[in-house]
């Protein structure tokens, strides 16, 4: 009878350690994962804004060689500009709302300035 309670008790803590390491290990290939998605959607996210800037910058020389005065160029550009901002932040609010809680603490930034040296960071070790 004690070698049947004791192959119960190996059983349970075999059960149990498997368990355990199974979740770390999972935890840590996620987490590798996550940080590879991220880090190439940030990239990508800057790329275009890059693009962006660029087309910007043909827009306003139209601008500057139309009817339009000083006046009405410079509101363009303030709605420009603003509608830039809302959209880096809200891509960096859609992170945060798109990783499960387990996996939620690779964001490690919170604004567009904070992601852009994150993957400075990047980009300068590889």
Do not use: C
């Amino acid at each position: 009878m004690g070698t049947i309670l004791a192959a119960i008790v190996w059983a349970i803590v075999g059960a149990i350690f498997y368990k355990a390491s199974s979740s770390i290990v999972w935890a840590g290939k996620y987490t590798l994962f996550a940080r590879r998605v991220i880090y190439h959607s940030l990239f990508l996210m800057a790329s275009v804004v890059e693009d962006l800037a660029f087309i910007r910058t043909l827009k306003y020389k139209e601008l500057e060689n139309s009817d339009l005065t000083e006046e009405q160029i410079s509101f363009i550009k303030e709605v420009d500009r603003n509608a830039l901002d809302n959209w880096k932040e809200a891509a960096i609010g859609i992170f945060h709302q798109s990783f499960p809680a387990p996996l939620n603490t690779t964001v490690k930034f919170r604004t567009w300035k904070e992601a852009m040296k994150v993957l400075e960071k990047v980009l300068k070790t590889t």
